[in-house]
């Protein structure tokens, strides 16, 4: 199996309550530990840095022992954990960070808790912390948009910018980067997504998650096959939208104040 995050998912488990979870034996295998005792240091490590963030370990580590028959009869206990996602984030923090695995196990998990959060304490926040938050996770998803991109061959600069301005067009009714830009009357320096409200943050930020499984999942390849995709999500998102009964994302108002002005006032409010 290649080496991406799709290696992550496809040992994931659901339970039973709709939770997801992750089997240490199954996660030792993908994270190349030959040995069940080499890879058990690294759970005892990860085990600590929970206790230490006073998480509740059991919580996070549950042991799902197993017994295996033995060669000569009688059976041995295979001791097991099913994991959260928390916990696979704190074991590939404390793995080795030589291996490739490990490095991109590093940033799967943090985005994966990270959104998992943001998901959790969504309904506490303001409409300027769901937009720095949404903003937030654009820009780390937008990376992984261009390494798919790249990966089915939208190679040079000028490219991906065809290429984003497809998602857009398809999103916004035939509109592109610059018919936004003009639309919310923007400077030339000025960034459309840091002008945007939450709600059409939001639609981007599915518009380019959905691409970018699209393209990894059936190993698109070829510039025009590559915006095609990007166009036919982005009209998805707007007709799903549409069925909605949702305002189309160019008829939503446009914030008063950009993300960073946002960011900076945020930042001076007082630690709670």
């Known amino acids: 199996m290649p080496i991406n995050e799709s290696i992550f998912e496809s040992i994931m488990h659901i339970s039973d309550d709709g939770e997801e979870y ?21 759970i005892e490590k990860a085990k600590i840095a929970c206790k230490n963030a006073e998480n509740g370990v059991e919580l996070h580590f549950v042991e799902v022992n197993k017994t295996s028959p033995m060669p000569n009869g009688g059976n041995k206990i295979m001791q097991d954990y099913q994991l959260s996602r928390y916990a696979c984030y704190l074991i590939v923090q404390n793995g080795d960070p030589n291996k490739e695995v490990i490095a991109l196990g590093q940033t799967y998990f943090a985005v994966k808790t990270r959104q998992q959060e943001l998901l959790e304490n969504y309904p506490e926040l303001t409409e300027n912390q769901k937009r720095v938050a949404i903003r937030s996770e654009m820009i780390e ?22 290429f984003q301005n497809k998602g857009y067009q398809g999103l916004y009714g035939g509109l592109g980067m610059k018919e936004i830009h003009a639309r919310k009357k923007l400077k030339k320096s ?22 970018d499984e699209k393209l990894r999942r059936e190993n698109v390849q070829g510039k025009q ?48």
Do not use: C
């Not at 992750?22 to 690294?42: D, G, M, P, S």
């Not at 089915?152 to 910018?161: F, L, M, Q, S, T």
């Open 190 to 211: 000025q960034k459309i997504l840091d002008h945007m409200g939450s709600t059409e943050l939001a639609a981007n930020l599915f518009r380019a998650t959905q691409t």
């Open 141 to 162: 998803h937008n990376k992984s948009l261009a390494e798919a991109a790249q990966n089915a061959g939208v190679i040079e600069p000028k490219d991906y910018a065809i």
């Open 225 to 272: 096959n590559a915006n095609r995709v990007h166009y036919e999500v982005g009209a998805k998102v707007r007709e799903t939208i549409k069925e909605l009964g949702g305002t189309m994302p160019e008829d939503l108002p446009t914030p008063e104040k950009s993300i960073k002005q946002v960011e900076r006032e945020l930042a001076k409010l007082p630690k709670k």
């Open 22 to 42: 992750w089997l240490a034996r199954e996660l030792q295998v993908i994270l190349e530990y030959a040995e069940w005792r080499n890879f058990n240091k690294v």
